[in-house]
């Protein structure tokens, strides 16, 4: 069967049966290959995308489970090639070492922030608690969670 | 300021934003037509394969079968990465004699992943069931129902000094014994590896590994292709942390290739990653000091038992490289190593982040805790009185210990870390609140070791003024490629970018031994900096030749009399007119391979009653010559942190008595979060380490070495226990603290 969704914006029809995974829907039928597979059972969160701007491991959810829904991989954060607030703020406050974990941690960060402008850092630990990084210990990430929605509440109240 | 002009800085890696926008691609994400290999592993700890049925899978359109009867029974051993280091070969590609849970029976290929796993299901083994080994204490005993080598075990001693004299002549006589577990290594990228056979009979092995030339060699040691027809190729890893430093799926990948003249692409799921390829080396050991009147070591003797896991992989190497720390931390003038590597029926061990490092100083440091708290002696004036000083010779004649500034960070961080107000334990309702500290001590490469240690790159200067540096270097997530930028940069004066530098391919790479022994700086970062010299003593030399006038280099460009050429303009004008490029070669062997140091401060908060442990605060302090990117140092900190509280509170691979792993995946194998994390302080030690780039040395494996024992000598101090068996979990502790029940009458 085809699973009619919305994939960063734009409509999209897939191939997939009951089996099949969403993880694997997005890899193999639509190409879109910053979704990771760490662990294949919802435990490392890497292969996070967000669901109507929910989070959720790809690797245990059917991909009929998308039909219809609006689904955002980390490819469709930026615009005309500039990257979301977000995805600076990684880069800029070293919150990337090997990188396998950032699309799916990037992601989180941003159903965070679209739920709650103004975290503390507990909250944003607790946030990303389904997110295993191994290489930069969360710390750098914590602060670059901290850093973008600084950001973007700036953003948000400076004068026109 | 520290005089440079990009060392020491914070710049942002350049590959990071690829890596937000999920453009960079990891093996398993490259297109390939490639036939996909499932592997199917043993599911019993020791067992013979009776026999193997195919003719389902094979029903299954486009499936190959490949088992242990088709492939050579040529031994091997995954830990070698240098022809004749004749460590001992025990592993096969395949195997009907399965040594534990995970071992590799056969390789089912099909055009894709999906029916290369149905396939795998539909194939019948009927396996005869063998006693399983598992306890250390007994596995000499069964090592031959393991290996038909005739091998019980694998000693190594390292001795120096009157160890006898020094134990008749001690004040004080205090001994323990130490246990850590097997960890697994949880680069978030899985094991992967695709071989293809190429034009002119090469054959091409894409890896995510750590040692391009070990992969080229271990697999030459198997195939019949000389050395010059395997061409790896390393791919982008998703972190490695050790696991990818032994050889474990590229012979059999490659091996199946060359067979079926097919691309052949094996990827593992995490339960592969897990039970079937390499984990640290868990290992058993007890220490005896001896010492004066005053506190002070006259000599230590160890009694240490490593499991090797089922084959014996580069364990023997680890256990080696453990004993040989003991005498460049403190002062031991009496020293007696005594070790053996013993193989069991669990996943293999190997090299993982710190090579033994974490685990003999976990036997040291809660040794010394336990020293301590025995003799009243205050922890830090203990240490101080017995550690190493700068310049002070390793007794085994090793390298020289160089700027060792281990008492600078002891001295810098107890201060700092107030350890005079927390070394006192308190209590708040169920609550206990203590303090404890580790010192460390880890290499820079293998100059004066049993190894060899070289390093081979070019830099060319292009006729734009950029440059490329062309060396063997694996960039793993760590910052070796980004360090290497800057270091190009600072000593050419070439913004980082307009640099670029080359990774892995031993096609076209200048020979290199590899990300291993924490040498990426120390000597591949050296051999770096010399390019860059040398690249432009060569440009200002032609320079002078051409223009026959004085040259002097500025910022931005060569000064010739009293114009400032870009060094572009220069590089083209030599190239025309003197027939020359700006292109340099350096073949670097270090001269040292000094201590790199440190000292990690932990404060944690113990409940008594779910006996969990919440780490809450924590100091780490580094001797690290020279930071080249002090982001790229906090970096390595900061996640070997992590990687320490793992090993110390939650982290384990264990196995029960038939041979079955406690942990297939992340849902068992407990991994420390983002809530479970403590802020982290850092202070760095830069008094520069002659010999490395600028004054740097090693940092990403000390960095987890000294964080487990700090943790377990902050639990004991708080419930004033003598937990000594890695890790300590809640029920460890509730077990710890629960009253002894009372003797029946």
Redesign the interface.
Known sequence: MDVHFTLNGENMSAAADSSTRLIDMLREGCG??????????G??G?CTVLMNGDPICSCVTPAVQARGCDVT???GL?TDGE?DAI??S???N?A????????GM?LTAKALLARNPSPSR?E???S???????????????NAIEAAAARTREENTAPL | MNGFKYIGG?L??E????????????L??LPSDALHGALLTSPLAHASVVSIDVREALELRGVRVLTFEDAPDTLYNSGEWFPGQNDHPDETLLTGHARHVGDRIALILAPDKKTAREARDLVRVEYSALPPSVELHTAEDLSQTLHCDGVRSFPGKIEYGCVDAAFSAAAHVESSTISTQKVH??????HAVLAVPSDNGVLEVYTPCQILFGVQHVIASILPLPLSKIRVIRTN???A?GGKQEVVFEPLCAWAAHKLGRAVFIDT??EETIISTRTRAAMTGTVETALDDDGRILGRRFDVTMDAGAYLTGSRKVMMAMGKKIPRLYRIPALRYDAKAVRTSTTPAGACRGYGSPQIHAVTEIHTDMICRALDFDPVEFRLKNLVHPFDRDPTGAANLGNARIIDCLERGAAAFKWAERRTPSSSGRLRRGAGFACCTHGNGYYKTIYHDVSGMSLRIMEDGSAVLRGAVHE????AVPAMTLIIAETTGISPDRITVTEGDSLYDKYDIGCQASRGIYVVGECARLCGERAMEKLCREAEALWDRPVRRSESGLIIGDETIPIGEAVRQIEMKRGTSIDVTVEHRPENNPGSYGVHFAQVAVDTLSGIVRVEKYLAVHDVGRAIGR??V??Q???????GIGMALCEDLSFDARGNPSAR???KYH?V???D?P??EIILIEEGEEGGPFGAKSIGEISTVPVAPAIVNAINRALDTELTHLPITPAVIVNALRKPAPTPI
């Open positions: 879109i290959k910053s979704v990771r597979e760490g662990c294949g059972v435990e490392c890497a991989t980390v490819e930026e990257l995805q600076e990684f880069v800029t070293d990337i070492q090997c990188g396998f974990c950032t699309p990037i507990e944003i630990r607790r990303i608690a389904g997110n295993i990084c191994r290489c930069t210990g969360y710390i750098p990430i914590i | 914070r942002p890696r590959d990071a934003r690829d890596k937000a926008r999920g453009r960079f691609l990891y398993a994400d290594h949880a680069a978030l990228e899985t890893v998703g972190g942390f799921a995490r793993l997530g760590h910052a982001n790229f906090e970096g900190i900061y996640g070997a942190v992590q990687m995946n992340f849902d991994l979060n983002a809530p994390m802020e982290v």
